[in-house]
């Protein structure tokens, strides 16, 4: 249906039909086509990603009422872990294990709050918090090739997720979720969980090592440019609401 294209998860986890735009949909006649049919296929809200550098597009979608949501922020690496930092706070991260579950899901609930979901008032605030709470399980019970917790004695305190991708020349190892508990903040051990995911990739000869943040995430965004993370794309998220009843929380 013109470039848009229906999500089953997203739709069945927020109880709503949510589709996404496809990246070639850009002149104002694909997009009034675009609309045309999520109107037809009674979409209550389209996802779109532009390039930061589509201000036609994005501003034609902002006067249909579509809310800037994120700046999604792509980084990478590929600067070798020094051993002289290697081993900072490691001793306070290891793999996680299920008895970790519950504390992940606890820390996810709240941390992940610059997100486009929690930034879209119109997303019940119930839904945002189980969205990365499911998110952290899932990737705990194998949808990522690792997860490592920070610990404070034997409790968990915080988590990363670290995938493997692509092949050959463009295999590299990609940062999913990373969060540490509010209380356990400023203490180095987002850092630590960083290092334990560059350590990680090293071992697997993957020299490049890759993570996507939000714009605003002034935090997320100094740990990695303290680990020579380099800014190499962004791009803009917008949600453009079909249905503006905004739901209860
Ligand atoms: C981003 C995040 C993971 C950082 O975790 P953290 O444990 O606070 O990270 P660190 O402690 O390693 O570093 C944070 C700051 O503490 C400082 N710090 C590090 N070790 C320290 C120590 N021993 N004593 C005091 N301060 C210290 C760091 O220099 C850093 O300072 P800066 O922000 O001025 O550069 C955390 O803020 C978080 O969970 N945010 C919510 C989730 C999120 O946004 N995730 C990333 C996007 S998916």
Redo the contacts with the bound molecule.
Sequence with gaps: MNGVRVLDWDSAFFGLRIATLAAEVRSETDLQAALQSCRAERVDCLYVLSESHELNKRAWLARHGALEVDVRTTLSTSAPVSPAIASQ?LSQVRAAVPEDLPALAT?ART?????RFWNDPHFARTHCAELYATWIRKAAQGQADAVFV?TSGAQAV?YISCHARGAGPDAHAEIG??????A???????????RAALLWAQARGLTRTS????GR????L??YA?HSFVVQRQQVWQHLWLSHEPQQS
């Design positions: 706070q820390i941390a992940h709050s610059d997100s920070a915080g979720l990373v969060a540490v508990a509010e356990a903040r400023g203490q180095g051990l987002g850092g630590a969980l960083v993570v996507v943040t939000q995430n002034a935090a997320a100094r740990l303290a």
